[in-house]
């Protein structure tokens, strides 16, 4: 186990070149390699005359309306990599600098001039968005690919610069990335135990541990402290509620809703999205099994959130359901206030979509915005007063949206896919100069580019190429408070990144068609992959600048936070 900040792994290469200076007069471009030995690496010189290039894989194909598929090579090498984002593409502009990975390595290249970087970037970047999109790069093609409102946005060689921050903190002094982040072991399990599947984070006095076959165990918060185990245990099994005919059966939840004050949960199972479990906390027991219909047709939901980020906390009984192409609210209580004793679950409102939405996941801020990622890579951005069309949407950055995440007060939303996290901010000026939200009102071309926040290409290696998992902001409920950290998991890793930070950063690097990207983040490394990492609820992490994460493998669980 161990943590190491990222910041500036990559200026080891601006070492060995300045060393090369001193003696040879650069004229060509520059191949290094990242090479590791045990824990360590450096980088290398590998070759003073590169010659990359990129060429067509169908282009000797004889089938009719054929497309294009492009590679890039490196000529005095074995290097050869497919133009994707599983590429790892980032471009520094400061030092002329593109790193990627390639069969398993890591390489970088460095260009004689600014003007030979440019001209290879965007070249590079028009075969990628073709790859990608599927149209040529041009102002018709990105205007199909991106949307108009993103069309002179990315992929044109004029976006190659730095950026400017997307916000200014003031306070962003006071919460600066530590060297070493405090972490103790909450538990440790025997490896013959059942394994621990994920994390359900509770504002109040506990938080659970869902392990496989739908077993729990409890935690307990504390101030300060991260969570200890209470030593309870209970396991919830479908088919047992008052009334069910349905035969017992074990299962792992596929979602976990705490609601009601924490007092209830609601969950989804894997084997009938059609189906609903509502369970009583206190009781260890699931109660009522509802059917999800409408104009009494079954239908399948394969997740829920609460209709706010506080909705846990309250008495609400209402929530919100998504499948690929649905988004409906949904009520456990009758038309006359009371717990339905129907096995169905209150229809309120939504919209089933024709085709074409493949919706992935959501989330919800303060106010009831909703946010939802896309199998395609969009995020959609709906107002809390209608969830039949998005006011604002991003477009695909060539990976599908796995989890997304809000803050409270619907300033900033973050997405996550196997190799970025996206972080949008929402608010914006119209043409008038009012100040404007993108939940409420279409943003288009007005507001700040997003950010990607991506690993080093030497630390995608090191972490075998795992994919970014359940991005999170840290976690508040009240107004006049700010979240501070942004944390995923990737394989035996967490990473954490300073929320403040990224919003004040400029960057000279660029990935994925000249997207800001930020590479500045602390890794925390495990001995067994990292299922889930959660925050604790600020009124757990009394000083706002520690993170207070709660980090669970499979057989052990940690707390993480603190200088």
């Known amino acids: 186990m161990g943590q190491e900040q990222s910041t500036s792994a990559l200026e080891a290469v601006d070492a060995v070149q300045n060393e090369l200076d001193q003696n040879v007069s650069p004229a060509g471009i520059k191949l290094y390699k990242y090479v590791t030995a045990g824990s360590l690496g450096k980088w290398e010189l590998s070759s003073s005359a590169a ?4 060429y067509d894989a169908l282009e000797d194909s004889s089938s009719a309306g054929k497309k294009s598929d492009w590679f890039m090579v490196v000529d005095a090498s074995d290097i050869e990599v497919h133009l994707d984002q599983s590429a790892g593409l980032i471009m520094d502009v400061t030092q002329r600098r593109l790193t ?4 398993g390595q890591v390489w970088a290249m460095r260009f004689p001039d600014v003007e030979t970087f440019k001209s290879f970037g965007a070249e590079m970047n028009s075969k990628l968005f073709y790859n990608t999109y599927g149209y040529e790069n041009t102002d018709a093609g990105r205007a199909k690919g991106l949307g108009a409102d993103y069309a002179d946005r990315m992929f044109n060689i004029e976006g190659i610069q730095v950026v400017q921050p997307m916000d200014v903190d003031p306070e962003r002094d006071d919460f600066a990335t530590p060297e070493k982040i405090k972490e103790k072991s909450a538990r440790q399990d025997d490896p013959q135990d059942d394994p621990i599947m994920g994390v359900v984070m509770g504002a109040n006095d506990n938080s659970y541990l869902l392990k496989s076959g739908g077993k729990f165990d409890v935690l307990r918060n504390v101030v300060g402290s991260g969570v200890e185990d209470k030593c309870i245990s209970f396991t919830l099994t479908p088919g047992t509620s008052k009334g069910s005919s349905r035969t017992p059966s074990m299962f792992t939840p596929s979602r976990v ?3 009601q004050g924490e007092r209830k949960m609601n969950l989804l199972t894997p084997d009938n999205p059609n189906l609903l479990h509502h369970a ?3 009781t260890g027991q699931i109660v009522s099994t509802f059917s999800f219909q409408k104009d009494r047709v079954e239908i399948p939901i394969k997740d829920i959130t609460h209709d706010s980020k506080t909705g846990q906390m309250e008495e609400t009984s209402t929530f919100l359901g998504l499948d690929n192409n649905r988004l409906c609210r949904w009520d456990l209580r009758d038309a006359k206030g009371k717990v339905a004793e129907s096995p169905v ?6 919209k089933d979509y024709s085709r074409g939405t493949n919706f992935n996941c959501m989330a919800t801020s303060g106010d009831g915005f909703v946010v939802i990622g896309s199998q395609d890579g969009q995020v959609r951005l709906y107002s809390n007063t209608s969830l039949t069309m998005a006011k604002t949407s991003i477009p695909s950055m060539g990976s599908p949206i796995t989890s997304v995440d809000v803050t409270y ?8 896919s196997d190799h970025y996290l996206m972080v949008v901010k929402t608010t914006y000026q119209s043409d008038k100069g009012a100040a404007c939200n993108a939940f409420t009102s279409r943003m288009g071309g007005r507001g700040s580019m997003p950010r990607l926040l991506r690993l080093k290409p030497e630390d995608q290696a090191r972490v075998g190429n795992k994919p970014l998992q359940k991005g999170k902001f840290s976690w508040i409920t009240e107004s006049g408070q700010n979240e501070r950290w942004i944390v995923a998991s990737c394989g035996k890793y967490s990473v954490i990144w300073n929320f403040s930070k990224v919003k004040g950063s ?3 690097e660029m990935s994925f068609g000249n997207m800001p990207t930020l ?3 602390i890794l925390t490394a495990k001995e067994e992959e990292v299922v889930d990492s959660a925050f604790q609820h600020r009124r757990y992490a009394p000083e706002a600048a520690d993170a207070s994460i709660v980090v669970a493998t499979q057989h052990s669980l940690f707390n993480v936070g603190g200088a």
Do not use: C, I, S
């Open 51 to 54: 010659k990359p290039h990129f």
């Open 409 to 416: 007060d619907g300033k900033w939303v973050v997405a996550t």
């Open 345 to 350: 679950v209150n229809y309120q409102e939504g």
């Open 506 to 508: 400029t960057t000279g």
């Open 519 to 521: 590479t500045d983040y």
């Open 280 to 282: 009583d906390v206190e």
């Open 257 to 259: 809703l705490l609601a």
């Open 100 to 103: 990627f990975n390639a069969d």
